[in-house]
């Protein structure tokens, strides 16, 4: 489980990389971590996620200086945590979001991002919507299992004509199931800000910069593919 103290070590391994292409993410129990497999994973991709190019609406601005925004313009609805006085005050913001979603079995994921300064926490259903059967036959023969990477724009295709037939569309439309709706993104910033002591209440428009440069990296692994069939 996701604490104060693990979430401020990862942090501080993304600041000490130095290196913009060098992440960190966090995979919840329901968000595509296995059963007492929950870790941090390091990966380093020598470009920008879609999810970094992404606009985002501000929020608020705690007293620690961390200023909270929400995505806009991206198929999964998320919050992104910024700034901060200090490494520990950004980290401890999003420890309480993150433990406050934890804590009603809201599955999420998080993404350590440009060296560990801007922090990406993602709620997501889409494991829910597969036992209720909410989700298409469709989606589900691509055998993806969107956790962090996957939410973050970066896909593994597992079977050969996904990655030939490979579109913004058809990434969206997946990342699309995965993002809670509208109204129950709302519901959940409502819990996570009263958790911790502020209001929700959207201040500003901040166009971070635009999603020109094309949506998803897709690659194809058949020896997932592989490994999947022989499961």
């Given at each position: 489980?996701?604490?104060?103290?693990?979430?401020?070590?990862?942090?501080?391994?993304?600041?000490?990389?130095?290196?913009?292409?060098?992440?960190?993410?966090?995979?919840?129990?329901?968000?595509?971590?296995?059963?007492?497999?929950?870790?941090?994973?390091a990966y380093y991709l020598a470009m920008p996620f879609p999810i970094e190019k992404a606009p985002s609406l501000k929020i608020t601005t705690t007293n620690d200086c961390v200023k909270i925004s929400k995505l806009l313009k991206y198929p999964?609805?998320?919050?992104?945590?910024?700034?901060?006085?200090?490494?520990?005050?950004?980290?401890?913001?999003?420890?309480?979001?993150?433990?406050?979603?934890?804590?009603?079995?809201?599955?999420?994921?998080?993404?350590?991002?440009?060296?560990?300064?801007?922090?990406?926490?993602?709620?997501?259903?889409?494991?829910?919507?597969?036992?209720?059967?909410?989700?298409?036959?469709?989606?589900?023969?691509?055998?993806?299992?969107?956790?962090?990477?996957?939410?973050?724009?970066?896909?593994?295709?597992?079977?050969?004509?996904?990655?030939?037939?490979?579109?913004?569309?058809?990434?969206?439309?997946?990342?699309?199931e995965v993002s809670l709706s509208e109204e129950r993104f709302k519901e959940v910033n409502t819990m996570i800000f009263e958790a911790m002591g502020f209001s929700g209440e959207e201040e500003e428009l901040e166009e971070q910069s635009s999603?020109?440069?094309?949506?998803?990296?897709?690659?194809?692994?058949?020896?997932?593919?592989?490994?999947?069939?022989?499961?």
């Amino acid at each position: 489980m996701i604490d104060h103290k693990s979430l401020l070590l990862a942090i501080q391994m993304a600041t000490v990389a130095a290196n913009s292409y060098f992440r960190l993410g966090y995979n919840s129990l329901g968000a595509f971590a296995t059963i007492n497999h929950l870790h941090f994973q390091a990966y380093y991709l020598a470009m920008p996620f879609p999810i970094e190019k992404a606009p985002s609406l501000k929020i608020t601005t705690t007293n620690d200086c961390v200023k909270i925004s929400k995505l806009l313009k991206y198929p999964v609805r998320g919050l992104l945590f910024e700034g901060g006085s200090s490494i520990k005050d950004l980290s401890d913001t999003v420890a309480n979001a993150s433990v406050c979603l934890q804590n009603n079995n809201i599955p999420f994921n998080i993404l350590i991002s440009d060296s560990g300064k801007q922090i990406f926490l993602l709620p997501q259903c889409y494991a829910e919507k597969q036992a209720l059967g909410e989700v298409s036959s469709k989606l589900l023969d691509t055998q993806v299992n969107p956790a962090v990477w996957e939410m973050s724009g970066h896909m593994v295709l597992k079977r050969k004509e996904d990655y030939q037939g490979a579109s913004e569309e058809k990434a969206w439309s997946l990342l699309a199931e995965v993002s809670l709706s509208e109204e129950r993104f709302k519901e959940v910033n409502t819990m996570i800000f009263e958790a911790m002591g502020f209001s929700g209440e959207e201040e500003e428009l901040e166009e971070q910069s635009s999603m020109d440069g094309g949506f998803i990296r897709a690659q194809c692994c058949p020896s997932v593919k592989e490994e999947a069939v022989s499961n």
